[in-house]
C-alpha cells in the first residue's frame, strides 16, 4: 500500500514537472522572433478607413460601395433573393449621421422576384444634403408583410455625402 501511494506521488510530481516545462517552452517560443505564428493566429481586422460589406447570402449591393460619395439623385443597384421582395419592393431608407431618414422609398425587382435565387434590383432616391456632417447610412430593408421580427433582416453601410 505504502509503495502503490508512493508510485502514484511520484507519477503526479513528473506530471506537474513536464507541465511547467512545456509552459515554459511554448513562453520562449512567444518570444522568439524566428518563429512566426500561422497566418490563421494572426487577427486581420479592417482598417478604420473602410467599411466592408456585411457578408450576406441573401442580398448583393452594387452601388454605392460602402464609404462612397453620393448626391441626389442616388442610384442604388444591385442583387437579392426572391424573400426579400414582397411584390416586387422592399424598402430603402437613407439617413444622416443622427439616424434622422432624409429619404426613402422601394427597390424594384427587375425581373421575376418569385424565386429563391437572385434577382437584379433598382432604386433611385432623392434628398437634400444635410446642413450639418457628411457621413450617412443607406438601409436596405427586407420586405416583411408579417411584420413579425424574426423575418426582419436589413443590409446597412455607411456613405458620403458630396458637399459643396
Do not use: C
Amino acid at each position: 500500500m505504502k509503495n502503490t501511494t508512493s508510485l502514484i506521488v511520484m507519477a503526479l510530481i513528473i506530471l506537474v514537472g513536464i507541465g511547467m516545462w512545456m509552459q515554459s517552452a511554448s513562453n520562449e517560443s512567444a518570444d522568439d522572433p524566428t518563429i512566426t505564428p500561422s497566418p490563421t493566429a494572426i487577427p486581420t481586422e479592417t482598417p478604420p478607413t473602410e467599411t466592408p460589406i456585411p457578408d450576406s447570402t441573401e442580398i448583393i449591393l452594387s452601388e454605392p460601395q460602402p464609404l462612397a460619395t453620393v448626391n441626389s439623385p442616388m442610384t442604388i443597384t444591385g442583387e437579392a433573393r426572391g424573400s426579400w421582395y414582397f411584390e416586387a419592393t422592399f424598402p430603402v431608407v437613407l439617413t444622416n449621421w443622427d439616424g434622422l431618414i432624409i429619404a426613402e422609398g422601394y427597390a424594384t425587382a427587375d425581373g421575376d422576384w418569385m424565386t429563391e435565387e437572385f434577382v437584379p434590383f433598382s432604386a433611385t432616391l432623392e434628398f437634400e444634403t444635410p446642413d450639418y456632417g457628411e457621413r450617412g447610412f443607406l438601409i436596405l430593408q427586407k420586405a416583411n408583410p408579417s411584420d413579425l421580427p424574426e423575418h426582419d433582416d436589413a443590409l446597412e453601410i455607411e456613405i458620403r455625402f458630396q458637399t459643396e
